[in-house]
């Protein structure tokens, strides 16, 4: 297919628009009969279970699916990535988390260079720091070890480490390697944040870790030079050495902040910032709270899932299962939105790093030539661990809106329970419910869900589960083809935040009155001023 033709042109797109009548005309509680249907949609790879029964398709579903992959040429883009082609056109870069985990023999190239000793360059010295400040031989200034870290970042310098963090607060070797220390994320520009971050804090005990791809989002400089105050008021400007590193593609910058460079930790252009968790913007805060050896484990579980989707027949391949059924969903069925609803609490941050991952990825109105979609791309995600989310928003998804669930389990934890299959109104009048409550307790089911299994929840599970989702997001950006590792969108609000900052400050400083934004923007800034 060439690459300017829209995926919805293609024979495999209409053949899939005509199919869904098919499968309007069957409901969930037929097609579960079918046992052979179901062993089929049932795939395992390295103690990782995904059952896609419970989606509203047959196996003539899943075939058609495949040849709509095939049309979309999903296979050579998922290879243009792992050799690195400047598959993210709009910005002129490869797109190479997957060397961030790759073992230290493989070979990636970008630009006609390996990237791979560069990036074991950088794990040897995030292993090496980690383990002097650990282990005491790095102090702060007055010679107290630093059991605490404060990492500042946000957006991708932020969700993903933070996930992983929570993630591993039931992993016991990470419980028993992070005893006695703390890691404390700060992100929101907002006061109260840089007050409940630093709030039970001794800037004697504390490490600062800014971390920022541009080392320029104005949320995250703002933070930075604040905690760099807290430290040099509470032990002189000379403590920022012992008290403050760096993680940036931008060492220039972090060195003009005040920041010796050989503190810094570097990662690369190609690394999008919502990809960044397994580089030095996870890695360096993870390994100071837990140790190295713990956080390449979960690497190591990254990169399985890395060789898994790159090898794995389409058949088999979870991350391409996922991303084809989402797909299937968003643009043939029209579902808009998928719940995220992990049981277990440990993986509360994963649905807020997937928001992320998925809609700044796939949030997207044009095809990666520029065309206009004349289908809506991306979806929205959102979710809670069960069973918090089943007291909040899961009367909605059971008798309101259809909205796709992925059940998350852990076996060593809870059990995922499944979506209330059908409960009809024959059954309530033998069951003598009044009559008047008949359509209340109705359940129409045929809510369409996949549930993944996890063995259990240590850092080489939770880095699989990691991949497992930004490699369905890439293969769904891959079928709709959009450039799903730019984010032209957000950097249009960052510059119209820029533009906002630079009036208000001009109205405060120059008693200039607030120009060249509409009515009501004018009238607000207006307000907030006075
Ligand atoms: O939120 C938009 C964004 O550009 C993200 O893509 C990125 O993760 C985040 O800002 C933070 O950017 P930086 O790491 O450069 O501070």
Known sequence: MASSKLISDTEQWKELKAHVADI????????????????????????????YSRQQATLETVGKLFKLAEASSLKQKIDRMY?????????????????????????IQSDGKNVVPEVWKVLDKIKEFSERVRSGSWVGATGKQLKDVVAIGIGGSFLGPLFVHTALQ???????????????????????????????????????????????????????????????????????????????????????FGIDPNNAFAFWDWVGGRYSVCSAVGVLPLSLQYGFP?????????????????????????????GLFS???????????????????ALEKLAPHIQQVSMESNGKGVSIDGVPL???????DFGEPGTNGQHSFYQLIHQGRVIPCDFIGVVKSQ??????????????????????????????????????????????NIGQLLAIYEHRVAVQGFIWNINSFDQWGVELGKSLATQVRKQLNASRTKKESIQGFNFSTTSLLTRYLQ
């Open 170 to 256: 039931t992993d016991p070797e990470a419980a028993e390697s992070s005893r006695g220390r703390q890691l404390r994320f700060l992100a929101n520009v907002d006061p109260i944040d840089v007050a409940r971050n630093i709030t039970g804090l001794n800037p004697e005990t504390t490490l600062v870790v800014v971390v920022s791809k541009t080392f320029t989002t104005a949320e995250t400089m703002l933070n930075a030079r604040t905690l760099r105050e807290w430290i040099s008021s509470a032990l002189g400007p000379s403590a920022v050495a012992k008290h403050m590193v760096a993680v940036s593609t931008n060492l220039t910058l972090v060195e003009k």
């Open 374 to 380: 004349p289908f809506e791309a991306g979806e929205i």
């Open 24 to 51: 309007k005309k069957t409901h969930l509680r037929d097609l579960l009969c079918d046992d052979a249907r179901s062993r089929a949609m049932m795939v395992e790879f390295d103690g990782i279970l995904l059952d």
């Open 327 to 345: 797909v299937w969903n968003v643009s043939f069925l029209g579902y808009p939105a998928r719940a995220i609803l992990p049981y277990s609490q």
């Open 415 to 460: 059990q995922p329970v499944y979506l209330k299959g059908e409960v009809t109104p024959e059954q309530l009048q033998k069951e003598n419910v009044p009559s008047h409550l008949v359509a209340h307790k109705t359940f129409t089911g045929n809510r369409p869900s996949v549930s993944i299994l996890l063995p259990s929840l240590n850092a080489y």
């Open 83 to 107: 050799n690195g082609d400047h598959i993210n056109s709009t910005e002129n870069r490869s797109v190479l988390h997957v060397a961030l985990r790759a073992p230290r023999d493989a070979v």
């Open 294 to 322: 713990v956080i390449e484990k979960f690497l190591k579980g990254a990169s399985s899932i890395d060789q898994h989707v790159r090898s794995e027949p389409f058949e088999r391949n979870i991350p391409v299962l996922l």
